[in-house]
């Protein structure tokens, strides 16, 4: 009997206390308070060592192993904790000799910040680029769970895949010590799914190379007849480039103002001879393509090309495709070029007096041609799609672009085009949420980092046991004085002996050692029953990192 009641869990509750106490979906944006308490009761007296409160993000995908020579197929699997914050404990606050007594109820409150950035702990694989480990510090958004994209009882569709979720939750364990692996032995435990959704800034314009292959296209080039058995009329190009981001209000903002943009469509005319006039247009249409690219190993780069997660093991993508709109542009005007025109000009000078000329075509005869500018508004449908911020992290991205068609006159063939274009979604921040840091450890910082130019160095010649390796195309090393200890003008400068051009002596600087936290553990691959996983996380026996 007594093995049965030792075997009832605590009952562990987790409340808020803050403004989002009452909502259905509580949710949170970068900077924000989470303010709550945890109680804990047991029925029975329950000893225990510790008790942790976290604020944890996660994030778990799956990659369906497609086998062509056997029957069974696999799942590789992936798991990350990118971010634990952990709620100090107030001694006094805990139960006399680590037991909680039968009966009674212990309050354990609790207050998170939701931070801007991630530790560089978080993001320690291999990557493709020195910029990588900063985008992949951004917190990424809720994605995947249908709970959390919910406004109030009506559930929403973030269109992710269930291969990808990321996952916010304030979770409470009560540990009573380590197994036989040294891994904590959890007793009882209890969590509360969050939402976040940080503040994003626009990332800077993503590099298109324009392959056939490439996920962006920003120009396109087609050669136009007059009819099926006709002769050549001219060859038409189409460009744009990418427009400025759909930034989103801020997460609880009650505005009702639509989330748009506007993109610029360069359209130009090279006809086959002077006579040829340029063909009619007839309309414009745009689609947002949402694609949600996951993987069971750590991405190294950013994904621009859709075919290399295709047929693999280890890496997938989901794409869905809206369609924004759809206008008439029959009446756009024609503007005729003579040869002398000034060539392009670069589009940051692009205005609608002085718009941006595109490159002639291969086509072009050097003569006349004609040019004309569509302006493309871009605003995010109303409905049951919701639209998390554009985010690339160790296992998951979202990533948006802008499919951009543009129709002719059905009296000449080749009566379409399109190109593809990149464009972001951003997000604006919390409007009320304090700095980060102050106006005084603002200024603190400048001041040591203006010190730091001015801290001396200590500048010796090399060690004894480095000179004479140095081979610089088979001369000989140089040769250093002895450093006489009692010069009061300070030691001789070395002999260089016949070289013109001194070897610079070594530089050493001293760091000061800093305490650092331990980086989540990369688990190796294991497989067992037709499953791989792989997990990177933090353990709980990790340094607390404070709030």
Same mark, same amino acid.
């Given at each position: 009997m007594r093995n049965l009641t030792s075997k009832v869990k605590p009952v562990i509750?987790?409340?808020?206390?803050?403004?989002?106490?009452?909502?259905f979906v509580p949710s949170y944006t970068s900077l924000d308070q989470i303010r709550g308490h945890v109680t804990i009761t047991a029925k029975y007296d329950t000893s225990f060592d510790e008790i942790y409160v976290t604020f944890e993000g996660t994030a778990k995908t799956f990659v369906e192993k497609v086998a062509t020579a056997s029957p069974v197929n696999g799942r590789t699997e992936a798991f990350q904790v990118f971010l634990r914050l952990v709620q100090p404990m107030d001694p006094q606050a805990l =139960?006399?000799?680590?037991?909680?007594?039968?009966?009674?109820?212990?309050?354990?409150?609790?207050?998170?910040?939701?931070?801007?950035?991630?530790? =560089?702990?978080?993001?320690? @694989?291999?990557?493709?680029? @020195?910029?990588?480990?900063?985008? @992949?510090?951004?917190?990424?958004?809720?994605?995947?769970?249908?709970?959390t994209a919910s406004v109030g009882k009506t559930l929403l569709d973030d269109m992710a895949p269930e291969m990808a979720v990321v996952s916010y939750a304030v979770k409470a364990?009560?540990?009573?010590?380590?197994?036989?692996?040294?891994?904590?032995?959890?007793?009882?435990?209890?969590?509360?799914?969050?939402?976040?959704?940080?503040?994003?800034?626009?990332?800077?314009?993503?590099?298109?190379?324009?392959?056939?292959?490439?996920?962006?296209?920003?120009?396109?080039?087609?050669?136009?007849?007059?009819?099926?058995?006709?002769?050549?009329?001219?060859?038409?190009?189409?460009?744009?480039?990418?427009?400025?981001?759909?930034?989103?209000?801020?997460?609880?903002?009650?505005?009702?103002?639509?989330?748009?943009?506007?993109?610029?469509v360069n359209v130009r005319f090279d006809p086959a001879d002077e006579s040829a006039q340029p063909p009619a247009?007839?309309?414009?249409?745009?689609?947002?393509?949402?694609?949600?690219?996951?993987?069971?190993?750590?991405?190294?780069?950013?994904?621009?090309?859709?075919?290399?997660?295709?047929?693999s093991n280890t890496k997938g993508v989901l794409v869905e495709t809206i369609m924004l709109s759809s206008r008439c542009i029959a009446s756009a005007p024609w503007e005729r070029h003579s040869a002398h025109t000034p060539n392009r000009r670069d589009s940051a000078f692009s205005t609608l007096s002085n718009p941006v000329v595109p490159e002639p075509s291969s086509s072009y005869n050097g003569k006349t041609y004609y040019t004309t500018q569509i302006l493309v508004p871009i605003t995010l449908p109303k409905g049951s799609k919701v639209f998390v911020p554009t985010f690339y992290s160790c296992l998951v991205s979202r990533v948006y672009?802008?499919?951009?068609?543009?129709?002719?006159?059905?009296?000449?063939?080749?009566?379409?085009?399109?190109?593809?274009?990149?464009?972001?979604?951003?997000?604006?921040?919390?409007?009320?949420?304090?700095?980060?840091?102050?106006?005084?450890?603002?200024?603190?910082?400048?001041?040591?980092?203006?010190?730091?130019?001015?801290?001396?160095?200590?500048?010796?010649?090399?060690?004894?046991?480095?000179?004479?390796?140095?081979?610089?195309?088979?001369?000989?090393s140089p040769e250093y004085s002895e450093l006489e200890q009692n010069n009061a003008s300070g030691p001789p400068s070395p002999d260089y002996g016949e070289y013109a051009q001194p070897v610079r002596p070594a530089m050493t600087q001293i760091y000061e050692d800093s305490e650092s936290i331990s980086p989540p553990v990369y688990s190796s691959f294991s497989q067992r029953n037709g499953r791989v996983r792989t997990e990177m996380m933090m353990p709980l026996g990790t340094p607390p990192i404070r709030s």
């Open positions: 509750a987790i409340s808020l206390t803050d403004d989002q106490k009452d909502e =139960p006399e000799s680590y037991v909680l007594k039968a009966g009674q109820t212990y309050k354990f409150p609790f207050t998170f910040v939701v931070p801007e950035k991630l530790l =560089p702990q978080s993001c320690i @694989h291999a990557r493709g680029g @020195h910029r990588m480990q900063e985008i @992949h510090l951004n917190l990424p958004p809720s994605l995947g769970d249908p709970m364990r009560v540990i009573q010590g380590r197994g036989a692996s040294g891994k904590p032995v959890v007793a009882a435990e209890s969590s509360k799914r969050l939402r976040i959704v940080p503040g994003v800034e626009e990332l800077p314009p993503i590099t298109v190379h324009g392959g056939l292959k490439d996920d962006y296209r920003l120009r396109k080039e087609k050669e136009i007849k007059k009819g099926m058995f006709k002769g050549k009329l001219g060859c038409l190009t189409m460009e744009s480039s990418q427009p400025r981001s759909l930034r989103l209000p801020p997460l609880r903002s009650k505005s009702s103002c639509p989330v748009t943009t506007m993109a610029t247009l007839s309309s414009l249409s745009t689609k947002l393509k949402v694609a949600t690219y996951f993987a069971s190993v750590p991405i190294k780069d950013i994904p621009t090309k859709i075919t290399d997660f295709h047929y672009s802008l499919d951009i068609y543009l129709s002719i006159s059905a009296l000449v063939t080749a009566p379409s085009m399109h190109i593809k274009v990149p464009i972001q979604i951003s997000m604006e921040g919390n409007p009320d949420a304090r700095p980060s840091i102050s106006a005084q450890e603002a200024q603190a910082i400048a001041a040591r980092e203006a010190n730091y130019i001015f801290s001396p160095r200590h500048v010796t010649p090399p060690a004894p046991e480095y000179i004479g390796q140095a081979n610089l195309d088979g001369l000989p």
